[in-house]
């Protein structure tokens, strides 16, 4: 009798620590978790502003100086970094809407599902195919300068100030460093300044001559 004791509290000691390990690698797994989705926000945060930033620079030159430069010059390979960074910008989107996806399909089944990271992401977002179109423009202007026609010129103008836009959320360099819990609201704060855009300046996008998906320099 006293040995059957002495197993059922060994049990019960051996099930108490397994339980307690169980719980400590839940919780350290659930705060790896956390760090590492904290990081990936604040470096993406940092990717676009960055982006959005050089943007508006690089827009300014090439009006200014009206030409594209894609040589190791002063003004740098404008043509690849412009290309490069709506690259990046439209995988920053992608990420969070595929993100939103995920939680969205694990809120059938789980019992505290993952709060979507924005609620206003959705299919008809039109951020995602505008970045797009404007990576589109500058894809393979390679080793060469490209005047800039009174076609591409108001197309640049047109993406300058959308970018102004943008630039208007994230702030510029001298602004306060944006905080991980703003993310969210800076990522609908974009999609909408991108709708308020097009609404007011009456385009329709699809169809627009300044914003036809074939205008690029390398196809003239």
């Given at each position: 009798?006293?040995?059957?004791?002495?197993?059922?509290?060994?049990?019960?000691?051996?099930?108490?620590?397994?339980?307690?390990?169980?719980?400590?690698?839940?919780?350290?797994?659930?705060?790896?978790?956390?760090q590492y989705l904290t990081m990936n926000v604040r470096?993406?945060?940092?990717?676009?502003?960055?982006?959005?930033?050089?943007?508006?620079?690089?827009?300014?030159?090439?009006?200014?100086?009206?030409?594209?430069?894609n040589e190791m010059v002063e003004d740098g390979e404008?043509?690849?970094?412009?290309?490069?960074?709506?690259?990046?910008?439209?995988?920053?989107?992608?990420?969070?809407?595929?993100?939103?996806?995920?939680?969205?399909?694990?809120?059938?089944?789980?019992?505290?599902?993952?709060?979507?990271?924005?609620?206003?992401?959705?299919?008809?977002?039109?951020?995602?195919?505008?970045?797009?179109?404007?990576?589109?423009?500058?894809?393979?202007?390679?080793?060469?300068?490209?005047?800039?026609?009174?076609?591409?010129?108001?197309?640049?103008?047109?993406?300058?100030?959308?970018?102004?836009?943008?630039?208007?959320?994230?702030?510029?360099?001298?602004?306060?460093?944006?905080?991980?819990?703003?993310?969210?609201?800076?990522?609908?704060?974009?999609?909408?300044?991108?709708?308020?855009?097009?609404?007011?300046?009456?385009?329709?996008?699809?169809?627009?001559?300044?914003?036809?998906?074939?205008?690029?320099?390398?196809?003239?």
């Open positions: 009798m006293i040995l059957k004791k002495r197993f059922v509290m060994i049990g019960c000691c051996v099930g108490f620590v397994f339980l307690l390990v169980l719980t400590y690698s839940f919780y350290k797994e659930k705060r790896m978790y956390e470096q993406d945060i940092i990717d676009m502003k960055s982006a959005i930033i050089n943007n508006d620079i690089i827009f300014n030159r090439i009006l200014k100086n009206e030409i594209i430069t404008q043509a690849s970094q412009l290309y490069y960074n709506f690259t990046d910008m439209t995988q920053i989107m992608n990420k969070y809407n595929l993100m939103n996806l995920s939680f969205s399909e694990e809120a059938n089944w789980l019992v505290k599902p993952a709060a979507l990271f924005t609620n206003d992401f959705s299919q008809d977002d039109i951020l995602p195919p505008t970045l797009h179109r404007m990576r589109m423009t500058f894809e393979r202007l390679d080793i060469s300068s490209y005047p800039v026609t009174a076609e591409l010129k108001a197309r640049i103008e047109e993406y300058q100030q959308l970018n102004h836009r943008w630039l208007n959320v994230v702030g510029d360099f001298e602004s306060t460093e944006i905080n991980e819990n703003d993310w969210p609201q800076i990522l609908n704060d974009l999609e909408q300044e991108t709708q308020s855009y097009f609404q007011e300046k009456n385009v329709e996008f699809v169809d627009d001559d300044v914003w036809r998906e074939a205008l690029n320099p390398r196809y003239k």
